[in-house]
């Protein structure tokens, strides 16, 4: 990590895990943050990103 940390950063975790991006179509597609817990992966954290027809911009919906 960087320290002090940067300004955008909200959350830190000392773990490993990975990711992974669904996209379901084109115009929405989900992002999960798997945490490696010992021998199981664990949802951490997730959001989905949705694209209006028309706009040239994402908006995200964090569950």
């Known amino acids: 990590f960087m320290d002090p940390k940067p300004e955008w950063s909200v959350f830190r975790e000392a773990s490993f895990g990975h990711g992974l991006l669904q996209v379901e179509n084109d115009t ?25 027809w028309g706009l040239n911009q994402c908006t995200a919906n964090v569950h």
């Open 28 to 52: 929405h597609a989900g992002w999960t943050w798997h945490r490696n817990d010992y021998d199981e992966s664990v949802v951490a954290d997730r959001v989905w990103l949705t694209r209006s």
